[in-house]
C-alpha cells in the first residue's frame, strides 16, 4: 500500500479514538450515563451475527469498572452478535460463578471462557535473545515464547480487550499487550516478563511507558 494512504488511515483512527476520549467534568469523576454513551458511540456501525470476543480482568481488578464496560457491551451486542468473554487470569484462580455474577452482572455464565496458562496456549512465535539482553542492558539472556489463549485464534470477528491503565511495578503501565501476552499468555512470557522487571529493578520501571518488559512485548505484537 501506498504509505501516504497509510498515513491518512492513521490519521483517521487518531481522529476516531479521539471522539471517543473522555475527560471528567465535575470531581466526582465520569459518570456511568457518560462511560455506556461512550461505549454506545464505540461500537459504531457494527454488522450483524459476528462472533465478538471480550477479553476482560478478573475478581482482582473488581474496581477498574472493567464489570460495567463489559456489561454495557454484552447487551448492546448479544441481540445481534455472539459474544463470549476471556477472563485474562494470567496466573490468578479461575473465577466462580458468583464472582462473575458479582462483578459481570447478569451475563450468563457459559458466556465466559476461564485462561488456562498450563494447557490452552498457543505458541505464535520468540523474542530472541539477543533482543531481551539488548533491551534490558545486559542483565537479562533468554528467548521468550509468545503464546497466547486459543481462543484469540477461533475466528472472531472482532476483538476488544478491556481493562485499566494503571502504573505497574513490571511493565511500568498495566494493560493494552499485557492483557493479551500476560493475562491471556503461556508460562515462558509470565515467567519470563516478570524476572526481567525483577533483574532490571522496580523502581526503574513503576509508572514508565517504554521499560524492557514493555520493548519485549512490542516486539512479541509485531
Request: glycine letters at 8%; proline letters at 4%.
Amino acid at each position: 500500500m501506498d504509505p501516504a494512504t497509510d498515513a491518512q488511515d492513521d490519521s483517521k483512527m487518531v481522529k476516531n479514538m479521539e471522539s471517543f476520549v473522555l475527560r471528567e467534568q465535575a470531581p466526582g469523576g465520569i459518570s456511568d450515563e457518560e462511560l455506556a454513551l461512550a461505549i454506545e458511540k464505540s461500537i459504531g456501525d457494527i454488522g450483524d451475527s459476528m462472533r465478538i470476543l471480550l477479553i476482560v480482568p478478573d475478581i482482582t481488578r473488581l474496581y477498574s469498572k472493567a464489570g460495567f464496560i463489559a456489561n454495557r457491551y454484552y447487551h448492546l451486542l448479544k441481540e445481534t452478535c455472539e459474544v463470549n468473554l476471556l477472563v485474562a487470569l494470567g496466573t490468578h484462580v479461575p473465577m466462580t460463578e458468583a464472582e462473575c455474577a458479582g462483578m459481570y452482572g447478569d451475563i450468563p455464565f457459559e458466556r465466559f471462557f476461564m485462561h488456562n496458562w498450563r494447557t490452552d496456549t498457543v505458541k505464535l512465535g520468540l523474542v530472541p535473545e539477543e533482543f531481551v539482553f539488548d533491551v534490558s542492558e545486559g542483565l537479562v539472556s533468554l528467548p521468550v515464547d509468545v503464546e497466547v489463549s486459543r481462543h484469540l485464534l477461533d475466528g472472531y470477528d472482532l476483538i476488544l480487550s478491556v481493562g485499566q491503565v494503571v502504573p505497574h511495578e513490571v511493565i511500568g503501565m498495566a494493560n493494552h499487550s499485557k492483557n493479551i501476552l500476560v493475562g491471556c499468555g503461556g508460562a515462558s512470557m509470565i515467567n519470563s516478563s516478570h524476572m526481567l522487571g525483577a533483574y532490571f529493578g522496580m523502581e526503574r520501571i513503576m509508572g514508565l511507558d517504554h521499560t524492557p518488559v514493555r520493548k519485549v512485548f512490542d516486539y512479541a505484537c509485531e
